[in-house]
C-alpha cells in the first residue's frame, strides 16, 4: 500500500507542503459542522496526529460519513498544507474506508485510566500514552546496543531454557513434557524421562552462561528475557522482564561501578536526544519536571555508600520503617527510597553486603563477612541495578557454594572457569522495564510491557 508515513511528513514539512500525499492511519478523534469535518489521524509512527480537514462540498456524503468513526482505519489522500495551529494539516481530496470500526470499540474516549487499559492490552498501543512508552522503549534498547558496541562490547545469547539457578533464590519456572499426571516413586525418574533427562527451567539470569563467554571473549552483554516465579505483587515486579548483563573481565567492583554509571548516563542522554516529544509528553502527562530530573541525573556524580553506613544511616534517620534495620537484614524498599530519595535525593550505589543475604557467586571481601557487591538505587523505584564481582578463587567460591548446600557437581562447567586462567571479573544485571519507568516516569512496571506476565494473570 503506497503511502507516506506521518512523521516523515511532519519531518519533512517544506519537502511535502503543497504536494499531494497519501497517508493510511486510524481515527483517533473526530468533530463535525456543517461544512466541514475534521479527524485526527494516527498511523504509529508519530506521536503527533495528523488533522485531516474535510470540506464537505468537496466529497459525496457516502464517502465522508464511514470514515467519521473512531477507531476506523482510513487511507487518505489530500494536499498537505502548513497550519499555523497544527504545523501541518491535510486538506483531504479522497478517502478509502480500509477497516471499519463497529461502536463496542472500547477506546471510544480521548483519555482512559490506566487500570481500565490493563484489561486490554492487545488495544492499548492504540493509545497516545502506549505509543510513547513503546517509543521509549524501542529507544532504549538501541541505546542499550550502541553503548555496549561502541565500546566493543560482544553481545551474546545465553539460553533461556536452563538447568541451573543463578541466584539460587528458587524461584525458577519449571520447563517440562511431561504429562500433568505422571507419577514416580522418586524425583529422579520423574527427571530422568522428561525431555532433557533432567530438571529444567527459564532462566532468572544470564549471567552464570555470560560469565563463561567473557571468560574467553573478554567484555560481553546479554540483553533478553528473564524469568522469576516470584510471588511479590508490587508496581515494580513482573514474572518476565529483560535483562541486560554486561560481564567484564580483568575487571574489579570498582571498575564495573564507574562502567555501570557510565552506561545509564549515556542511554539516558541518547533516549533525551531521540525521543524529546515522549520526554516532554511524559513531563506533562505523569512526572513533572521529569527532564529536569534527567538532566539533574547526568549533570551528577552518583551518590555511594557502604551497606554498613547505609544501616546507621537509616537508624538514626528517626523514620518509622515497616520492616526495622538491623545489621544483616535486607534492605527492603522502603528503605532503599529513604536513602535514595531522602537522604542522598539522586541514584546511590550501596556497596559491600552481608555475604549472607547475597548472591553465591560474589567475591567475599578480606573481612570475612561482606560481599564486593552494589546495588544501584534510584529515587521513585528503588533498585534497578544488582552488581558484584564475583568470586574468582576456586575454594572460595565452592566453600560459598557448599555452606549454601548447593550441589558442586551441578556446577561443575562453571567451576571449571574458576579452574582454569581464572581471572577477576565482574558484571551487574540492569532491569529493562525498572529503567524505562524511571526515564519515563511510568509507575507500574505492567504499563511497559505489551503483554505483562504477573502472578494470577497471563
Ligand atoms: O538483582 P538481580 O536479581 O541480579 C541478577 O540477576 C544478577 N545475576 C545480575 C548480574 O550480576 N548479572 O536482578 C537484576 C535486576 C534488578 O536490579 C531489577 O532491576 C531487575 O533485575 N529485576 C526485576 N525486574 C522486574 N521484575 C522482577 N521480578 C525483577 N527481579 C529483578
Ligand atoms: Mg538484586
Known sequence: MKHTDI????????????????????????????????????????????????????????E??????????????????????????????GITVIGGCPQDYPLQKKH?????????????????????????????SFAIHKYFNKNGYKYVHTPIITGSDCEGAGEMFRVTTQPWNAVYKDEKGYFADDFFGAKAGLTVSGQLEGEAAAMGLGKIYTFGPTFRAEHS??????????????????????????IAEDFIKF???????NCPEEITYFGERIEKGLKEKLDGVLASDFGRITYTEAVEVLKKSGKEFKYPVEWGCDLQTEHERYLTE????????????????????????????????????????????????READLKKLENAMLKRKMPLEGYAEYLDSRKYGSVPHSGFGLGFERMLMYITGVQNIRDTLLYPRTVGSL
Open 233 to 258: 505483587n508490587t508496581t515494580r515486579h513482573v514474572a518476565e522482564f529483560w535483562q541486560i548483563e554486561p560481564e567484564v573481565s580483568f575487571c574489579d567492583l570498582n571498575d564495573i561501578i564507574e
Open 112 to 140: 482512559h485510566t490506566l487500570e481500565f487499559l490493563r484489561t486490554i492490552p492487545h488495544l492499548r498501543p492504540r493509545t497516545k500514552y502506549f505509543e510513547a512508552v513503546f517509543a521509549v522503549r524501542n529507544a532504549l
Open 342 to 389: 531522602e537522604y542522598f535525593k539522586k541514584p546511590v550505589f550501596v556497596t559491600d553486603y552481608p555475604a549472607d543475604i547475597k548472591a553465591f557467586y560474589m567475591k567475599l571481601n578480606a573481612d570475612g563477612k561482606t560481599v564486593a557487591a552494589t546495588d544501584l538505587l534510584v529515587p521513585g523505584i528503588g533498585e534497578i541495578i544488582g552488581c558484584s564481582e
Open 267 to 273: 542511554i539516558i542522554k541518547d533516549v533525551i536526544e
Open 64 to 93: 465522508i460519513k464511514p470514515a467519521l468513526v473512531v477507531g476506523c482505519a482510513l487511507k487518505v489522500d489530500g494536499k498537505f498544507i502548513p497550519s499555523e495551529r497544527n504545523g501541518y494539516e491535510l486538506c483531504v481530496s
Open 7 to 62: 512523521k516523515i511528513l511532519f519531518e519533512s514539512g517544506e519537502k511535502y507542503a503543497g504536494t499531494t500525499v497519501t497517508v493510511c492511519g486510524w481515527v483517533r478523534t473526530w468533530r463535525d459542522s456543517k461544512s466541514i469535518a475534521f479527524i485526527e489521524l494516527n498511523d504509529g509512527t508519530s506521536l503527533k496526529n495528523l488533522q485531516l480537514i474535510i470540506e464537505k462540498d468537496k466529497l459525496p456524503e457516502k
